[in-house]
């Protein structure tokens, strides 16, 4: 028989024998995917940039880049939310992979922001001494070369700058637009993994302290490994159990109004053991990802190790990126279980709270101090996601906005403060700061008094309403230890200011260095919304309260 003819007879059979017909397109919702396609677009440019700009362009090229695409990213989120994306018109995209509902969108917002203020403080090159006749920033020379040796010390004297800092910091900030998004498991992993690996690189790319730099990226790559690992296999299990990776679909298994169960749903939605198991797993991961106690060890030798800008950038971001998420994760998927996790959510919380606040009174460098300080605000906002009210969520959006501006202007503020070897974050080389530099004390004050919880601070509004949440959602006790919490670390708060204004000033201590506008601007803006927020904070707690419902 020759081959066409058996061609033929394929063909034919084919089409008398196939009962799925044509195979049909994807319909995906760009303009609702908008603000994430900008940052991968620009990420991907970034990249190229890399590979054709001459190296004495692609400082201001990468930087340039970076900034259009967050205001870009940005504009495309608020246009969304006038649209009506938040609320009337919410729904669900990308073949029902990713939300867009009020939370993302609020979310995704505060993650570009934060994203912006801290790309400022990644682009400020007039802190360190030139070298060479060449300005340089926070960033190892070249990222390759041994820390010591002879092709480091050429590539500072040639005046090389690691600027695939920029493309990193994009890729990182798309997978956290994507992260509290996600609305099945398998995105939920993928956009946990675009955001962590960059993180991994940027920590340990410190100009200084290069050793304790990459020490503090290993630590993180293999915890945030194990963690990832555990979100990976609770996944599995909450597949096994459901038979789908959609939320909406679990969340009907879960609370038991799913449709068309086949025999062999039947069999699997029997079994609490791959719900309990596998759900736990995730959450577990989340927690890590948040810096929640007891999957905190990594948070104080990663944020002393990272670069400072890094460390400001991601303790801002991840934070709000994870909790995003956290947030879906038990509204959306297992609010069928609340009677579950609630409990091991309150130990979790109460713990962290204590925890942190009480460990950060032993610490002596400000960088350890401020990583437990955010280990203790993890615990706070977790008072939130307790209440399981939309007044939770609302107050938990606020919080994470509150706080995020204010972290990334103390790190700011830690940049400039600086002696022989780099940065001075040793607590006793900042005694006396205030009599030499008000400015900079006073607005490192207004940070720690924001921190601490102080009136008229936006520190103050986040912890009043969440605080409010959760004693309206009946978790009084809570709201006790939390009070107790903040009383405690107030105290170290209160001692760093202290030390700085009351305290004689070293003949050999640091100097404070004078930034570019970019950190300036940084730090303006983090005073800025440190005090509006604490001021006058009712719009934006309006506007948190209207994109706090989540779509299903």
């Not at 880049?65 to 967050?70: C, E, K």
């Not at 946990?192 to 920590?203: A, D, G, I, K, Q």
């Amino acid at each position: 028989m020759s081959a066409t003819a058996v061609h033929s007879l394929w063909t034919t059979a084919a089409t008398a024998a196939d009962p799925i017909g044509k195979i049909d397109a994807p319909k995906i919702e760009y303009g609702q995917l908008s603000p994430i396609l900008i940052i991968i677009g620009a990420a991907v440019l970034g990249i190229l940039i890399e590979a054709l700009v001459p190296r004495r362009s692609r400082y201001y090229v990468q930087t340039f880049l970076s900034v259009v695409a967050l205001v870009a990213a940005f504009a495309a989120v608020v246009a969304l939310a006038a649209s009506g994306y938040g609320t009337t018109k919410a729904g669900i995209a990308a073949m029902g992979a990713i939300a867009v509902d009020g939370p993302a969108l609020f979310l995704q917002g505060t993650i570009l922001l934060a994203a912006l203020v801290g790309l400022f403080t990644f682009a400020e090159r007039r802190l360190d001494p030139q070298a060479h006749g060449n300005r340089v920033d926070s960033f190892a020379a070249q990222a390759a070369a041994v820390p010591g040796s002879e092709s480091e010390q050429k590539a500072v004297k040639a005046g090389f700058t690691t600027t695939e800092v920029f493309p990193l910091l994009l890729f990182a900030v798309a997978g956290m637009l994507i992260f509290p998004a996600a609305n099945d498991l398998l995105t939920l992993f993928v956009a946990l993994e675009v955001f962590s690996l960059p993180l991994y690189l940027l920590c340990a790319l410190a100009r200084r302290k290069r050793l304790m730099s990459q020490e503090a990226a290993v630590k993180y790559f293999l915890l945030g490994a194990f963690a990832s690992a555990f979100t990976l296999f609770g996944i599995a299990l909450l597949y096994g159990y459901a038979g789908s990776m959609s939320y909406g679909t679990i969340a009907s298994v879960v609370d038991g109004t799913v449709q068309n169960v086949t025999p062999a749903l039947a069999d699997t939605m029997g079994n609490d053991a791959l719900l309990l198991v596998g759900s736990a797993l995730i959450v577990m991961g989340l927690l890590f990802k948040v810096g929640a106690v007891p999957f905190h060890m990594w948070t104080p030798d990663v944020y002393q190790g990272a670069p400072t800008p890094v460390t400001g950038f991601m303790a801002a971001a991840t934070k709000v990126a994870a909790f995003g998420a956290l947030l879906r994760i038990l509204y959306v998927v297992l609010p069928g279980l609340r009677w579950d996790w609630r409990p091991v959510m309150w130990a979790v919380a109460i713990v962290t709270m204590l925890a942190g606040a009480i460990v950060a009174i032993t610490q002596t460098d400000i960088k350890r101090l401020l990583a437990y300080s955010s280990i203790a605000h993890a615990g706070f906002i977790l008072a939130g996601v307790i209440a399981t009210t939309p007044e939770g969520i609302s107050s938990v959006l606020f919080y994470l906005a509150a706080y995020s501006f204010v972290t990334i202007g103390a790190f700011a503020v830690v940049t400039l403060v600086r002696d022989a070897g780099g940065e001075a974050t040793h607590l006793s080389k900042w005694a006396g700061l205030g009599r030499r530099s008000p400015l900079v004390a006073a607005v490192f004050a207004v940070f720690l008094l924001a921190f601490a919880g102080i009136p008229l601070t936006s520190g103050f509004s986040g912890k009043f309403a969440v605080f409010k949440a959760a004693a309206e959602g009946g978790a009084v006790p809570l709201v006790v230890i939390g009070v107790i919490s903040s009383a405690i670390a107030a105290f170290f708060y209160i001692r760093v200011i202290v030390l700085m204004f009351f305290s004689e000033p070293r003949p050999e201590g640091p100097t404070v260095a004078v930034p570019s506008p970019l950190t300036m601007t940084a730090i303006g803006v983090g005073v800025a919304v440190t005090v509006v927020l604490g001021v006058a904070p009712q719009y934006f707690l309006d506007l948190a309260g209207q994109a706090g419902v989540f779509v299903r």
